[in-house]
């Protein structure tokens, strides 16, 4: 029983966190479709009347969210026409076998995208952390060149203008012909 209880809590906690996050992100817009997981999710702790899901999502998102009846309603009646909830006494309504069946696959595939979700944030935190490097490193040796300039001779110089010219040459042929690679990621 308390482990039931701890996950309820944290799977609470884990929808307050989504919906937090996501108004951070977009602001008040709620995306397609997360209001039905909403409801899926909610009506797994217990049985919800409309009005009291209406109140819970309220509640959660800190009063942000405030989902009308003209949408919880006729999406219940669209949840009991595909037998995923059930309507019980006092006009509350509960997960069907189907219904739980279908919110635990909605879990399996959320755990897929937050995987790959984290790939691709990690990559991009590498490819971030890469540039910064890089940036650096060229500062660095822009300074001490920089530095080194003013005792080089005339023919040093020449020399060192002859060199970047011709890098800068390679680069721009490269970025004319550059097609790009592709990357897998699986």
Known sequence: MLGTVLKLKYITSDMTIMISQWFQRVGS???????????????????????????????????????????????????????????????????????????????KINEIVKKQLDVLFRLGNVGRFVAIDVLEKISTMGSVLSSNFANMTEEETKKYKKFLESELKKIQENESGKKGKRIKIE
């Open 29 to 107: 817009s709620i995306p397609r479709g997360f209001s039905r997981y909403f409801i899926l999710e909610l009506l797994r702790k217990k049985p919800y009347t409309g009005k009291e899901i209406i109140n819970y999502a309220v509640e959660q998102s800190n009063g942000i969210w405030k989902p009308s009846p003209g949408l919880i309603y006729p999406l219940l009646g669209r949840l009991l026409d595909e037998r995923l909830i059930d309507e019980i006494k006092d006009g509350r309504y509960q997960l069907t076998k189907q219904g739980k069946e279908t919110a635990q696959d909605v879990d």
